[in-house]
């Protein structure tokens, strides 16, 4: 198969849209609702789980097994943790990020009552001319933050009235800014680049008629920053799944800035070596620009699948993304590579011929051969 060109003005557009639309872990059925519609202009049937997941399918010459990717919706956020006599917010995190990236952040605060007001994470000591060193000599953590709400209030009634309370939902903007020269800055690219870069792909299947080897799931998962992920998504004929997730930019990592990671290993362990290496392969005859790379402190929707329960291979695939879970920056090209590898993943021929079991000929493998016919009785 020619391989098929990525619309990056498309790719562009679908990560701009998401990062405009706030999805904080338990709060993403906005971005649910923009992701199902896209599916719907693009001809993808698609269905939700119980918990608000989506499970879409590009449908293959076989049903069965069935390959999966996934990406979630999901992104870092806050929560209402107190309101303050003097009028402002105690606030306390959700998903795992530290708190001097919330300094300075702009937010909107959810109400029950359909209210949402604006508002900035600001450390207890933000003025060098009241406190003098004493805003550099303050400890970075979150008991250390409140929000300051755009409007006149300065009491707890006035928080009150206004319909504020404990548990309410607060998203960060994102204030994405795209670059000329390709580069892609804001929050939450994380993962929404990987959303958006799914999104490109099954575009490019659509729009060029290509019907893929296998059937095909594209999983939006809603909770992957708390940790459930792919946990409760999956079919069980899916034979295996392709996560979307960052690769970290730093010294000690081999993230590839201007293309595709595939990762090796994360802190759940190591992915599928077979299906790992089809996608290494994948992108040499694609000509893919790629790197290969470890990540030791993070898991990706991969993990929470397999410790389900799920018997699938796993493997994630990566975009660049410098300062993760902060002030986030990544690259069009990057992303463009993981749609490629994408497309070319979904539009490949089975991991295993059909004389194959999973681990050799089954000539080689007897024992294998016979539980296969023992299930049939």
Known sequence: MTKLQIDQEYLKEQLKNLLLTPSPSGMTNDAVRYVCAELEKLDIRYE??????????????????????????????????????EGRLRVVPIGHWNARFAEGARVKVHCDNGQVYTGTILPLKASGHTYNKGVDEQPSDWSNLEIRIDEPVNQIDQLWDMGIRVGDFVSVDSNPEFSKSGHI?????????????????????????????????????????VGVGASHILHGEVAEMVSIDNGTIAPEQNTCEYGVTIAMQDSSGPFDRPLTQHLINLCKREEIEFSRDVFMYYRSDAASALEAGNDIRTALICFALDASHGWERTHIDSLDSVASLLVGYMCSKPLFAEHENVIGDDSEYPLIAADRERLKM
Do not use: W
């Open 185 to 225: 800055n804001g929050r939450h690219l994380d993962d929404k680049a990987g959303v958006a870069s799914m999104l490109a792909a099954a575009k490019a299947i659509r729009d060029a008629g290509v019907e893929p080897e296998l059937d095909c799931h594209l999983l939006f998962t809603i909770s992957e920053e």
């Open 48 to 85: 939700l789980t119980r918990r608000g997941a989506i499970r879409a399918i590009i449908q293959g010459k076989n049903y069965s097994p069935r390959r999966a990717v996934a990406a979630h919706l999901d992104t870092l956020g806050g929560m209402v943790k107190g309101l303050k006599r």
